[in-house]
């Protein structure tokens, strides 16, 4: 694939939005917040999850997914993730009492364990289809991360959810060949202290940090937004200088490597 497929934009479900999942090549996603309804057959492709955090928006479908196709699966899902997110997945989700934990289930054909959680810390580095894929600091209310998404010569980061954060600022200057910036707006700017309370950004609460940055030589996404807000935010955006280039994503939308 030459590009990410974004399967859900938003950082809420509700009239037809769908929360975030982007499809990084054929196999992989980051995160997991909507795979199967856009995928439909095609999310048996799916082998690898990386997750940025343990908030359910981003990982709804891990449960359905494995469900839905484990009669069929000859290898495991392999969900990655920081050890807290992992930890959280298990005693949360995966605990026999909201969903049966698929990591102790062995595939039908015996040949492994249904779903292998695999634990990442910031800095690895995964060289997988093709693509470089690495943990970045992000500033969340959970433990979390972004990762940074290396194909040929052109890097993307994905920051999924995140306040200010000092340490993505230095990742995001340091990657010189960065060439998508894809970066959260859950609320408008009127929300400040909502915002800050969460670890989101609003348009004006981004601006003050991008605004660090010594250039903004690369595009900007814009996801996560909170869908009762949409017209609201995207208005914000396209009246705010620094941000009115920006792309307000949207579900299905291609994002080019
Ligand atoms: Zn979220
Ligand atoms: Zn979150």
New binding site residues.
């Given amino acids: 694939m030459n590009h990410i497929d974004v399967l859900g934009a938003y950082g809420g479900k509700g009239c037809g939005k769908n929360t975030t999942c982007f499809r990084i090549a054929k196999n992989i996603t980051i995160d997991a917040g909507n795979i199967l309804a856009p995928l439909k057959k095609e999310s048996t492709d799916i082998e690898h999850i990386f997750l940025t955090?343990s908030?359910l928006?981003?990982i709804i479908d891990i449960p359905f997914l494995i469900d839905a196709f484990y009669s069929e699966k000859k290898t495991p899902l392999r969900v990655y993730g920081l050890k807290e997110t992992l930890d959280d997945l298990k005693t949360h989700i995966l605990n026999w009492r909201i969903w049966p934990d698929f990591s102790e289930l062995d595939l039908i054909d015996k040949s492994g364990k249904s779903i292998l959680l695999c634990e990442i810390k910031i800095g690895d580095r995964f060289e997988i289809s093709g693509l470089l894929i690495e943990p970045i600091t992000t500033c969340?209310?959970v433990a979390s991360c972004g990762y940074r998404v290396t194909k040929g010569d052109t890097a993307t980061i994905i920051t999924a959810?995140t306040g200010v954060c000092d340490e993505l600022l230095v990742e995001i200057e340091k990657t010189k060949n960065l060439k998508n910036l894809v970066i959260e707006c859950s609320f408008p700017s009127r929300f400040k202290k909502l915002a800050e309370d969460s670890k989101h950004f609003t348009p004006e609460i981004l601006v003050g940090e991008l605004s660090k940055l010594p250039s903004l030589n690369f595009n900007i996404f814009l996801n996560h937004i909170k869908p009762s807000y949409e017209n609201e935010i995207r208005q914000e955006v396209h009246s705010t200088e620094m941000l009115k280039n920006s792309i307000v994503l949207e579900d299905g939308w291609k994002i080019g490597y």
């Fill in positions: 955090h908030h928006d981003h969340h209310t959810d």
